[in-house]
C-alpha cells in the first residue's frame, strides 16, 4: 500500500490518503463535500495530484457539438435561464449551510456510513426470527446507556482493551484521515466481566430522532452488526440506529 494525494472537486483541498481507500467515500475536512477518492497514480511523482469526484455523481464525456451559425436568445428563454440560474445559486447557498446535517456521516476506511438508509430506520427482522431484538443500548430515566456485550456481537475480546461508541452524534470520532483518535468522553466502562456500559444524558440526543453508531474495539476494530438486532440500518455498511423518544433540544457533546 502507497499513500498520494488528490484535490477535492469543490474547493482544492488537497488530502493525503492510502491507494488502499481507492474508489471510497471520504469527506473533505475543508468544505465538507462527500468525495469518491480517484484510482492511485502510476507515477509516484509528488507533483501529480488527481482530483476526486463529488460522490454520487460520474463523469461523462461531451457529446460532439457541429459547429453552426448561433441563433439569437429568444426573450423567453433569457428569462427562463436567468430563473434557473437564480434558483441554482439558492440550492448551493442551502447546502452549505446545511451540510453539517446532510453530509454527516463516518469517514472513509470504518464501514459505518449508511448510503442506502441516511435516516437510520430500523429495518424489520427476519421473517420467524424470534430472536430479532435492538441491541446496543436502552433509555433509561433521562439517560441513553450504550451497551455492548462481546458474545451479542459474536466477538471475544481482552478483558482490557477499550471500546468506544462512534456515531455520527460524535462525528465518528473524527476520524476523518481514516485514523480513530481516543476519544475519553466516548469510553465504555467494563461493568461486568462480559460487559461495557456508558452512560449520557437523553437531552443530549434531542437534536434528532434517530442516530447511527458503532462500537470500536482497540480504536481500530469496528463491530461489524449481527443480522438478529432489530435496529439495523438497510443497506450496506450497516450501521445500528438509536432511536430518542422526543425531540425537545439538545446537542450531543
Same mark, same amino acid.
Given at each position: 500500500?502507497?499513500?498520494?494525494?488528490?484535490?477535492?472537486?469543490?474547493?482544492?483541498?488537497?488530502?493525503?490518503?492510502?491507494?488502499?481507500?481507492?474508489?471510497?467515500?471520504?469527506?473533505?475536512?475543508?468544505?465538507?463535500?462527500?468525495?469518491?477518492?480517484?484510482?492511485?497514480?502510476?507515477?509516484?511523482?509528488?507533483?501529480? &495530484?488527481?482530483?476526486?469526484?463529488?460522490?454520487?455523481?460520474?463523469?461523462?464525456?461531451?457529446?460532439?457539438?457541429?459547429? *453552426?451559425?448561433?441563433?439569437?436568445?429568444?426573450?423567453?428563454?433569457?428569462?427562463?435561464?436567468?430563473?434557473?440560474?437564480?434558483?441554482?445559486?439558492?440550492?448551493?447557498?442551502?447546502?452549505?449551510?446545511?451540510? *453539517?446535517? +446532510?453530509?454527516?456521516?463516518?469517514?472513509?476506511?470504518?464501514?459505518?456510513?449508511?448510503?442506502?438508509? =441516511?435516516?437510520?430506520?430500523?429495518?424489520? =427482522?427476519?421473517?420467524?426470527? =424470534?430472536?430479532?431484538?435492538?441491541?446496543?443500548?436502552?433509555?433509561?430515566?433521562?439517560?441513553?446507556?450504550?451497551?455492548?456485550?462481546?458474545?451479542?456481537?459474536?466477538?471475544? &475480546?481482552?478483558? $482490557?482493551?477499550?471500546?468506544?461508541?462512534?456515531?455520527?452524534?460524535?462525528?465518528?470520532?473524527?476520524?476523518?484521515?481514516? @485514523?480513530?483518535?481516543?476519544?475519553?468522553?466516548?469510553?465504555?466502562?467494563?461493568?461486568? $466481566?462480559?460487559?461495557?456500559?456508558?452512560?449520557?444524558?437523553?437531552?443530549?440526543?434531542?437534536?434528532?430522532?434517530?442516530?447511527?453508531?458503532?462500537?470500536?474495539?482497540?480504536?481500530?476494530?469496528?463491530?461489524?452488526?449481527?443480522?438478529?438486532?432489530?435496529?439495523?440500518?438497510?443497506?450496506? =455498511?450497516?450501521?445500528? @440506529?438509536?432511536? +430518542?423518544?422526543?425531540?425537545? *433540544? *439538545?446537542?450531543?457533546?
Amino acid at each position: 500500500m502507497s499513500e498520494f494525494k488528490y484535490a477535492c472537486p469543490v474547493c482544492g483541498q488537497h488530502i493525503k490518503c492510502d491507494s488502499s481507500h481507492s474508489g471510497s467515500v471520504m469527506e473533505c475536512p475543508t468544505c465538507f463535500q462527500k468525495i469518491t477518492v480517484p484510482p492511485a497514480p502510476a507515477t509516484d511523482d509528488p507533483k501529480f &495530484i488527481l482530483t476526486g469526484t463529488t460522490a454520487g455523481k460520474r463523469r461523462f464525456p461531451a457529446a460532439p457539438v457541429t459547429p *453552426g451559425p448561433a441563433a439569437p436568445p429568444a426573450k423567453g428563454s433569457l428569462v427562463a435561464g436567468t430563473t434557473f440560474v437564480f434558483l441554482l445559486c439558492a440550492a448551493v447557498a442551502a447546502l452549505f449551510v446545511f451540510r *453539517g446535517m +446532510i453530509f454527516e456521516s463516518a469517514p472513509a476506511g470504518t464501514n459505518a456510513v449508511n448510503t442506502a438508509n =441516511p435516516l437510520g430506520a430500523p429495518s424489520n =427482522p427476519a421473517p420467524g426470527n =424470534p430472536t430479532a431484538a435492538a441491541l446496543g443500548y436502552r433509555v433509561d430515566a433521562g439517560e441513553v446507556v450504550f451497551v455492548f456485550e462481546p458474545a451479542a456481537f459474536g466477538v471475544d &475480546i481482552a478483558a $482490557d482493551a477499550p471500546v468506544h461508541v462512534a456515531g455520527n452524534f460524535n462525528r465518528w470520532l473524527d476520524a476523518s484521515d481514516g @485514523t480513530i483518535h481516543p476519544a475519553p468522553a466516548w469510553q465504555m466502562q467494563r461493568v461486568a $466481566d462480559h460487559r461495557y456500559e456508558l452512560h449520557k444524558q437523553l437531552a443530549d440526543f434531542h437534536q434528532r430522532p434517530q442516530w447511527e453508531f458503532k462500537f470500536v474495539v482497540n480504536l481500530n476494530q469496528w463491530i461489524e452488526i449481527p443480522e438478529t438486532a432489530l435496529n439495523r440500518t438497510a443497506g450496506q =455498511p450497516v450501521n445500528l @440506529t438509536l432511536t +430518542i423518544p422526543d425531540k425537545a *433540544g *439538545g446537542v450531543p457533546n
